[in-house]
Nanobody, 123 residues
């Protein structure tokens, strides 16, 4: 059974940076594309970024393009989300998920999810 554990969230001022990590355990082979989603209070979960199994392909929501960077280290079974120039509207719980099938922007395309890490950006 695959487990995903996010970390690295916290409180940061607008303009600051955070790096989220997602450790994947329970799988010994077969790398999958991974996604990052976020959910703010009272809002639906939304796509943030995705990264291919090799790390050679990345996709981003327009709202974070140019500010966030997804990367991965398959040797460490870890996926990262570097977040720069953070804005108050980036405040949300951030989740990593393992892609199964379908478009990367759809939460229904992902099979396993972590429990999330809170990111709060103060103005």
């Amino acid at each position: 059974q695959v487990q995903l554990v996010e970390s690295g969230g916290g409180l940061v001022q607008a303009g600051g940076s955070l790096r989220l990590s997602c450790v994947i355990s329970g799988r010994t082979s077969d790398y999958y594309a991974m996604g990052w989603f976020r959910q703010a209070p009272g809002k639906e979960r939304e796509f943030v970024a995705a990264i291919s199994w090799s790390g050679g392909g990345t996709w981003y929501a327009d709202s974070v393009k140019g500010r966030f960077t997804a990367s991965r280290n398959n040797g460490k079974n870890t996926v990262y989300l570097q977040m720069n120039s953070l804005k108050p509207e980036d405040t949300a719980v951030y989740y990593c998920a393992e892609h199964y099938s379908g478009g990367y922007v759809y939460s229904s395309s992902y099979y396993d999810w972590g429990r999330g890490t809170q990111v709060t950006v103060s103005s």
